[in-house]
């Protein structure tokens, strides 16, 4: 069974960084689109960012737009999620996901793309 797990999520100070990873285990790493998606209490989850199976292809929700870099690591089966100039309205949950796809350049944004989901990492900004 194809598992996700976060890590890197924390609290940090507005205008700070932090460094999402996700790894997948198994060997289908590489056929998957990845993304990232958040969830803030009370809020639907929505999606900040894409990247496709060969790395080749990202797409980035407006509101995250250079500030958030999405890259992929296909022979560690990771994919980063490098979050600057952090915002307080950036405070969410962070959600890794994989979706299965046969072409090298696609992305997906929405939730029902997807496949897979991992449990999630909380970030928490402060003003």
């Known amino acids: 069974q194809v598992q996700l797990v976060e890590s890197g999520g924390g609290l940090v100070q507005a205008g700070g960084y932090l460094r999402l990873s996700c790894v997948v285990s198994?060997?289908?790493?590489?056929?998957?689109?990845m993304g990232w998606f958040r969830q803030a209490p009370g809020k639907e989850r929505e999606f900040v960012a894409a990247?496709?199976?060969?790395?080749?292809?990202?797409d980035n929700t407006d509101s995250v737009k250079g500030r958030f870099t999405i890259s992929r690591d296909n022979a560690k089966n990771t994919v980063y999620l490098q979050m600057n100039s952090l915002k307080p309205e950036d405070t969410a949950v962070y959600y890794c996901a994989a979706g299965f796809a046969t072409g090298l350049f696609k992305v997906k944004s929405f939730p029902e793309e997807y496949d897979l989901w991992g449990q999630g990492t909380q970030v928490t900004v402060s003003s």
């Open positions: 990247i496709s199976r060969n790395g080749g292809l990202t």
């Open positions: 198994g060997d289908t790493f590489s056929t998957y689109v």
